[in-house]
């Protein structure tokens, strides 16, 4: 049995923006409330909403966690993806190997503004032979699985390997 556990690409650093944003938006609202310049309160306001939305979206994010991604095929053209969080269950799937023409490594799809800023993300796309539509791989409630460049390529070498294997 081929087996391959992969982890989402996470950044370390949610904790600490989160907690540094917080901060931030604290004291930005701080200096508001002893402002007395009605320009400069504007943007005091404005930044202290800035700081607290990138804080609460950053603790969510933190929150989330890291998702892990274990994939074993049986010998039988079937590929098993389970998706788990903390150890935790997410969803699972069952992928069909037979009629693959090709897999590739590929840019996330552009659907938040984070993938629009950072765009180191990477997952995985294939075809099958009797569709003309490139399909992302790893694929939770709507929401691409984001991998870094090693382990997308990890994954493309995978399932090449078991595509080859079962044909």
Not at 61 to 66: A, K, L, P, S, T
Not at 147 to 162: H, I
Request: charged share 25%; aromatic share 12%.
């Amino acid at each position: 049995m081929n087996r391959l556990i992969l982890y989402e690409k996470y950044s370390r650093y949610w904790p600490h923006i989160t907690v540094l944003s917080t901060i931030t938006s604290l004291a930005l609202l701080i200096i508001w409330l002893g402002s007395d310049n009605v320009l400069f309160s504007g943007y005091l306001q404005f930044g202290a909403f800035v700081f607290f939305a990138i804080a609460l979206l950053c603790l969510f994010r933190w929150r989330e966690g890291q998702m892990k991604i274990e994939m074993d095929s049986d010998g039988h053209g079937i590929l098993h993806i389970r998706y788990s969080v903390r150890n935790e269950p997410v969803g699972s799937e069952e992928f069909l190997l037979k009629g693959l023409e090709s897999v590739k490594t590929d840019r996330m799809p552009d659907r938040s503004l984070a993938d629009n800023l950072f765009k180191s993300g990477r997952t995985v796309r294939f075809k099958r032979q009797d569709s003309i539509n490139w399909l992302y791989l790893n694929e939770v409630n709507g929401r691409v699985i984001p991998l870094d460049m090693k382990s997308a390529e990890q994954l493309r070498q995978f399932l090449e390997a078991l595509i080859h294997r079962d044909q």
